[in-house]
């Protein structure tokens, strides 16, 4: 019997993660899709990080997927996602309750928007689990303990009893983590959850966060505009601009062969740890709205490579192991070659 699954149905297992094909969507009355043709997979035990300027929809398309959206202000024009090999329904609000927080835990940049101030965090992590799970009281509380250890909380039994305001951010976050870890979700979405911390409590979040990945093997798509960040755990990068993904693939393609004339600007406004200081140049211009969005290419109208023909919809280029732009003139050695 399960040798006749085996063989007859594409193996799950294969499958990523989350693959998300083509996500596109607007707010209001508005014809210009926000997100447009967002397309980005994770496996399990890999880490994604989602990375692009201030506005371009980072969090949206998250949210998306958790079903987190404001209802009836998005309206979703595709949404072609699967969740392991399986149709993964952005209309289908059960089945997402369902997904969310037992299979897809989300963790944002301010813990104390997922954390109630009126409760003891103990509480809160019981309740987390008793929402998903057929366990007693003291079931509950005994996973609460033990993913208060987990993130390395010292005298968890203590500080169950305590409320969100009588920790620092450095340990709200880490409650945040043990809540959204508390069912052991095979993905987790992290948006900038380090960006309001110090820079010391910030790399000891993500390695936290990494060593957690590596106990448990979920995948993870860490959102953040910190290039250093993506550096430091990245196995793949999805760079995002104004609601399309201009690049993606293997960090180290993105880092040492970026192929997108907006993915180059990132990379030189990354400040350098080593050699001489440089002056730190940043792409001139700002992120279009849907009310400014050019037709066609959406960096058409800060790319300093712009041509006529960048007013129409870029082709998706693909130079192998994944590593893809959406450019009419990637790669970009061959534009060169072209111009010269
Ligand atoms: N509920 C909403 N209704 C209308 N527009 C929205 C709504 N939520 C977000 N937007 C718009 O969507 C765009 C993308 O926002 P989003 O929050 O996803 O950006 P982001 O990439 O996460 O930026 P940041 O790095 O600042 O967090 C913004 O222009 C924002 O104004
Ligand atoms: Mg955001």
């Not at 149905?9 to 967002?38: C, E, H, M, N, Q």
């Not at 987990?150 to 709200?172: C, D, F, K, T």
């Not at 870029?314 to 009419?328: I, K, M, T, V």
Request: aromatic share 4%; net charge negative.
């Amino acid at each position: 019997m399960v040798l006749t699954l085996v063989q007859s149905a594409p193996s799950p297992s294969a499958a990523p993660l989350l693959d998300v094909r083509a996500l596109s969507l607007g707010f209001g009355t508005s014809k210009t899709r926000l997100l447009d043709g967002v397309r980005y997979s994770v496996e399990a035990g890999e880490t994604l990080c989602i990375v692009g300027e201030s506005g371009c929809g980072k969090s949206v398309s998250s949210l998306a997927i958790m079903g987190l959206l404001p209802q009836g202000a998005a309206h979703i024009h595709e949404a072609d996602i699967r969740f392991r090999g399986e149709r993964y329904d952005l209309n289908d609000m059960a089945a997402l309750r369902r997904h969310r927080g037992a299979d897809i835990a989300m963790i944002f940049q301010e813990p104390m928007t997922s954390l109630n101030p009126a409760f003891k965090v103990g509480d809160q992590i019981a309740e987390a689990v008793t929402a998903h799970n057929d366990v007693s009281e003291a079931q509950a509380r005994d996973r609460a303990v033990e993913m208060l250890r987990r993130v390395r909380i010292p005298a968890p039994e203590a500080r169950m009893n305590e409320y969100p305001h009588q920790l620092s951010g450095g340990m709200r976050q880490r409650v945040m983590i043990a809540m959204a870890l508390a069912n052991d979700p095979a993905l987790l979405i992290a948006d900038e959850p380090t960006t309001a911390l110090d820079v010391t409590i910030q790399s000891q979040i993500l390695d936290l966060i990494r060593d957690l990945q590596a106990e448990t093997g979920m995948g993870t798509i860490m959102i953040t505009h910190d290039l250093g960040v993506v550096a430091e755990i990245a196995d793949n990068v999805a760079v995002m601009y104004a609601g399309t993904i201009v690049e993606a693939g293997p960090a180290d393609a993105i880092f040492n062969d970026p192929q997108h004339p907006y993915t180059i600007g990132l990379m030189s406004s990354m400040p350098r740890l080593t050699g001489p200081r440089e002056r730190l140049t940043t792409v001139p211009g700002t992120v279009p709205t849907v009310e400014t969005m050019p037709a066609g290419c959406r960096f058409s109208t800060r790319c300093p490579f712009a041509q006529p023909v960048c007013a129409e919809t870029p082709p998706q280029r693909e130079f192998g192991r994944g590593h893809r732009a959406l450019c009419h003139f990637a790669p970009l050695d061959d534009r060169l070659e072209r111009s010269a």
